[in-house]
């Protein structure tokens, strides 16, 4: 019987330290405007940059909320490869602290969700209706992003589920406590 349990824990430290982990989930890398940007003119669209391809989910893939808590009509959001864009009206937009939360649809079907926050200054209230995006101030920020580095603290990931190891290991533990079984009524 040691035998067998010995045997058990072999198995189970060879199968966790050769199982790969599992592919990583696509990341926001950048977004237009970018998070913690100051913007002099409200965005007439938004863009998210994912690390890999993405797609939209079902529901609203796009919002953004104003420091009032009124949401910008959004518009036109379609996923390219790894980009989401959506159209946003700017004649929506009041100075003050604003919200992008974004839910996108990731290729192996989890759907991943984050925020990025951004603030207009007063003078964007007043001349968001004429003026054009101001996207300088939002590529340069959104450029100046490590293209490794890590996705915003806010962005969270729903799995959907247990890793793949955990199968693994209850896999050959299951399979171990057959064998033990089958030995166990030969013996008998």
């Known amino acids: 019987m040691t035998r067998y349990l010995i045997a058990l824990v072999l198995a189970l430290l060879a199968a966790t330290s050769t199982t790969v982990p599992a592919s990583a989930h696509a990341e926001l890398k950048s977004s237009t405007p970018a998070s913690g940007a100051t913007l002099d003119t409200a965005p007439k669209q938004v863009e998210l940059v994912f690390s890999d391809a993405v797609s939209l989910p079902e ?5 953004i909320t104003g420091p009032d808590g009124a949401r910008w009509p959004v518009t036109q959001a379609h996923a ?10 700017p004649a929506a937009a009041k100075p003050g602290a604003h919200t992008l939360a974004w839910t996108a649809q990731a290729d192996d079907g ?12 007063a ?3 007043t001349s968001s ?6 996207s300088t101030a939002t ?16 962005a969270t990931r729903d799995s959907g589920g247990l890793p ?9 533990v299951v399979l171990v406590g057959v064998i033990l079984l089958v030995r166990r009524r030969k013996q008998a």
């Not at 390219?80 to 009206?89: E, F, G, K, P, R």
């Not at 209706?129 to 101001?134: E, G, Y």
């Not at 793949?164 to 209850?170: F, G, I």
């Open 59 to 63: 529901g609203e893939a796009v919002v």
């Open 80 to 89: 390219v490869n790894s980009t989401i864009t959506a159209a946003v009206d």
């Open 110 to 121: 989890d759907i991943i969700k984050g925020t990025v926050t951004f603030t207009l200054s």
């Open 123 to 125: 003078a964007a209230a």
């Open 129 to 134: 209706a004429q003026a054009p995006a101001s």
């Open 139 to 154: 590529s340069t920020a959104a450029s100046t992003q490590a293209p490794n580095a890590a996705p915003p603290a806010s």
């Open 164 to 172: 793949a190891w955990v199968w693994v290991v209850l896999g050959l």
